[in-house]
RNA sequence: GCCGCCGUAGCUCAGCUAGGUAGAGCGACGGGCUGUUAACCCGUGGGUCGUCGGUUCGAGUCCGACCGGCGGCGCCA
């Protein structure tokens, strides 16, 4: 009987023992001993071990081959005390399909070095699981968001005028003008908020912050979403429902990979809505009553963010903020114009990993904004336009994939939340 | 942009305080071992000590500049 090509968690799934198997993947680790030679064999499933003895027709093959050569190999499935997860291939067959070179990455190992190799790294069982885990992620997003009535769209890479500050901005040729990569979706979503009213998005944003922390990318995923007669209140609702619901369906469907991964699951669990809710003012007076040193008006840093997300250990809001350290096209309070409907979410040691709130609908305060700011109107006037035809109340919010990730992996760095990092150092691999 | 730390073998590091022939472990290679669990034992190779300059009889070590990287702040998701 031919063997079955089989994937290995299938060989610790289905009981396969007795049988005759085929598989196909990577030389994890080599060990020989005088008439045996174990093969511990991954594929994008699990790992095997795998035995070859002395008088087998493989022995030849298996001596030559190396760390991370691509292998397939066939044999009997047993099942032994002594293989790690209890079965073992006896191989009577393996054909080396690509002979590695010494594999550079060996168990002593610095961070700076696997970022060197990340190419190499991704590899790894820990890239591999955080892999996944993200690719979950990402479907519990577009899951959430269908069933709530939005529609996916796809807006532009390139753009002509910034969203958020000038200065950090990555310029381009574009044929012969100067361009732009976006720093957020937001102000495309508005355009189609007149047509589809509830919209989201997946997609790069691009921020040229010279800054040197384990929460920044140049180059980060951002889901946005803009809806079309909504309140800031009612988009804090979809804000919490979303991590929510993230964090529940991560800890029920990813439990093998966070449990791999040694992250604190009772942490998912536990997050429940409605997320407290703190405006900009309360925050300034808990700030000072903790001994911080801020006066109202200014922005909260990090250290200031921090202490406060210790006080609640969950996600939370803060809203309300003052108008002049806010972007422009947030809605000023009508009957206070000092404070804007403008909201983060906030997680420990993360920080900042959703903005939202309501956008200035009003074609004269718009314009009003835009000055404040130092901004040309000529460069919105797109913009201005969705104000001068059928203007309506709205909000919306971007959320940092890369920094929900870390904070619900626990991970030390945002950079291992994505596959080809990009800092202000770093564009290679 | 400001501040701090780091750079020695393919990898992880010691050597620098107090200048005097370049070291270890892992990996690689060769050998040994009848079941290994990132095996173990014996052996062999492997280096412009980030770069340039200075001090000195002599610099990996002291001084200066530069380059590269990591982190903190600011800014942000």
């Keep these: 009987m031919p063997a079955s090509l089989v994937q290995i968690q299938q060989i610790f799934d289905k009981k396969l023992e007795g049988k005759k198997v085929k598989i196909r993947g990577w030389v994890y680790r080599k060990r020989e001993i005088k008439y045996t030679i174990f093969l511990l064999i991954r594929d994008s499933t699990g790992v095997i071990q795998c035995t070859v003895k002395k008088d087998s027709s493989a022995w030849e093959m298996a001596d030559k081959v190396t760390i991370e050569s691509s292998v397939i190999l066939s044999g009997m499935v047993k099942s032994d005390k002594r293989a790690p997860g209890g079965y073992e291939i006896a191989v009577d067959q393996l054909t080396i399909v690509g002979l590695a070179e010494t594999f550079p990455i060996t168990k002593d190992y610095s961070e700076d070095f696997l970022r060197d190799v990340r ?30 009535g939005y529609v996916e769209v796809s807006p532009p890479m390139f753009i002509s005028s910034a969203c958020e500050g000038g200065a950090t901005l990555f310029g ?138 210790e006080d609640f250990g969950h996600p939370f809001f803060i809203y309300a903020y003052p108008r002049k350290i806010k972007a422009f096209y947030c809605k000023t309070y009508r009957d206070n114009p000092e404070l804007v409907m403008s909201e983060d979410m906030l997680v420990p040691r993360i920080g900042e990993i959703i903005t939202g709130g309501a956008r200035e609908d009003n074609k004269e305060e718009l314009i009003k904004r835009l000055k404040e700011f130092g901004l040309r109107q000529e460069d ?43 800092t202000i150092r770093r564009y290679y691999p």
């Excluded at 996944?132 to 479907?139: D, N």
């Excluded at 509830?198 to 922390?213: D, H, I, L, M, Q």
């Design 172 to 309: 381009l040729k574009y044929f012969d003008k100067e361009l732009y990569l976006t720093q957020s979706a937001q102000l495309h979503l508005e355009a189609l908020i007149y047509s589809l009213e509830k919209v989201y998005c997946v997609a790069p944003s691009f921020r040229a912050e010279k800054s040197r922390t384990i929460r920044h990318l140049a180059e980060f995923w951002h889901v946005e979403a803009e809806a079309a007669f909504t309140t800031m209140e009612d988009m804090m609702k979809l804000e919490e429902d979303l991590v929510a619901y993230i964090c529940h369906q991560t800890a029920k469907k990813c439990k093998k990979e966070l449990e791999i991964l040694n992250t604190n699951i009772e942490k998912l669990l536990k997050v429940k809505t409605p997320f407290p809710r703190i405006t900009y003012n309360e925050a300034i007076e808990r700030l000072q009553n903790k001994g911080f040193k801020i006066e109202w008006g200014e922005d909260l840093g990090y250290d200031e963010e921090k202490a406060l997300a």
């Design 119 to 148: 190419h190499l790294w991704l590899r790894s069982r820990r890239m591999t699981l955080i892999m996944r885990v993200r690719s979950e992620v990402l479907k519990f997003i577009h899951d959430f968001f269908r069933r709530r």
């Design 380 to 422: 919105y006037e797109w913009y201005i336009d969705l104000r001068r035809y059928g203007t309506v109340p709205h909000a919306g919010f971007g959320l940092g994939v890369e920094r929900l990730l870390a904070w619900i992996l626990d991970l030390e760095n945002v950079i291992d939340a994505v596959p080809f990092p990009r």
